[in-house]
């Protein structure tokens, strides 16, 4: 069983930064992609980035330009750096597991976290 705990999220400032943290101890990076995903209220859940196995990234399209997705292996640690944060942003931030493509479509991942509320003013 594979167990993501991300935390990092708060109350920023419209053009400050966060970074979220998302912690899977066991996690067979080697093998499969991970992902970040956010929901707002009222809205579907939509993809932000993913990493696979050999560290390559993807991010959707909207997101590309002030987002960061990063893995560190020796601490079972992944993250996602966002800069010039928008109040568009405020959602709550998912960290999502062991989809065997890289792809932003949640339902291909079957770990996630519990999420953690980022809010932009």
């Known amino acids: 069983h594979v167990q993501l705990v991300e935390s990092g999220g708060g109350l920023v400032q419209a053009g400050g930064s966060l970074r979220l943290s998302c912690a899977a101890p066991?996690?067979?990076?080697?093998?499969?992609?991970m992902g970040w995903f956010r929901q707002a209220p009222g809205k579907a859940r939509e993809g932000i980035a993913v990493?696979?196995?050999?560290?390559?990234?993807a991010y959707a399209e909207s997101m590309k330009d002030r987002f960061t997705i990063s893995v560190d292996r020796a601490k079972d640690t992944l993250f996602l750096q966002m800069d010039n944060l928008k109040p568009e942003d405020t959602a709550v931030y998912y960290c999502?597991?062991?989809?065997?493509?890289?792809?932003?479509?949640?339902?291909?991942?079957?770990?996630w976290g519990q999420g953690t509320q980022v809010t932009v003013s």
């Open positions: 066991g996690y067979r990076y080697d093998t499969y992609c």
């Open positions: 999502a597991a062991g989809a065997t493509l890289s792809t932003l479509i949640p339902q291909s991942y079957n770990h």
């Open positions: 990493i696979d196995s050999d560290g390559d990234t």
